[in-house]
């Protein structure tokens, strides 16, 4: 078998930085949009992934799906089987804030969770999930020197779409949390057990306070030229050594 259970690629088929949303979908469109010579290195399970150039350098994208069981997966065989040194999951998220607009940014420097997965990892104990310094640093400051507004900060990472506690929003909202995802909080401690970066940019698709929402469409095309900008820190920090 050529690759892992889930990716086909065979090896040198990854760059050593990956972009990674949840939807293949983003995914194919980011690729074609941002990247050059692209080449697509894996359709299993329809979770497409890319490999292409961006500046002279390459880069990959690849969905992750939905959740931290998903990401867990695909992110631990791109850092374990491919060698790939800094994933940089570029999401959509609920926002926490009644401020927010559905498109804002959110630079996660943390990400909280519900999901067992950290304290399995960890025997037990409570495991700080957060983002590497380096990457943080430079998206921040790169986003605001080319004009965008982002917030920095605590996010929550959750296995629920659909909570059933009625609490919860409110619980976050009292503990100063951004927004949520499903996924930040599985990816950062992934990072650190293999030694590389990770760091969570997110666009809200979804104003919990407020009730506005992005269209499916939106969703999918989320992003657009804050991609750009991103690759160029990114680019910059080089890969962990």
């Not at 690729?31 to 399970?45: P, Y």
């Not at 999930?129 to 004009?147: I, N, P, T, Y």
């Not at 976050?172 to 995802?181: F, I, N, P, R, V």
């Not at 979804?206 to 999918?220: F, K, L, N, W, Y």
Request: glycine letters at 10%; aromatic letters at 8%; one cysteine or more.
């Amino acid at each position: 078998m050529t690759g892992t259970p889930h990716i086909e690629a065979a090896r040198g088929d990854f760059a050593e930085t990956v972009l990674m949303p949840g939807d293949p979908l983003r995914a194919q469109a980011l690729a074609r949009n941002h990247l050059d010579e692209v080449r697509q290195v894996n359709s299993v399970r329809n979770m497409l992934g890319f490999t292409g150039t961006y500046k002279g350098s390459q880069v990959s994208i690849m969905g992750s799906g939905m959740g931290m069981p998903s990401i867990n997966i695909y992110a631990h065989e791109l850092f374990d089987y491919y060698g790939v040194k800094q994933i940089i999951r570029v999401g959509t998220c609920g926002g926490l804030l009644a401020d927010m607009r559905v498109g804002d940014l959110v630079l996660a420097a943390a990400a909280s969770t519900d999901s067992g997965m950290n304290r399995q990892r960890l025997g037990g104990w409570d495991f700080s999930a957060a983002a590497d310094f380096e990457l943080l640093r430079r998206v921040h400051q790169k986003a605001l020197a080319s004009g965008l507004k982002i917030r920095t900060g605590n996010v929550f990472a959750t296995d629920w779409f659909y909570h059933p506690d009625d609490a919860f929003i409110g619980k976050l909202q009292k503990m100063g949390m951004l927004a949520l995802d499903m996924e930040s909080a599985a990816l950062y401690a992934l990072a650190q057990q293999h030694g590389t970066r990770a760091l969570t940019i997110l666009s809200v698709s979804d104003v919990i306070p407020t009730g506005e929402q992005a269209s499916h469409e939106d969703r999918q095309n989320a992003f657009g030229s804050v991609i750009d900008v991103v690759l160029d820190a990114v680019l910059e920090a080089g890969p962990a050594t």
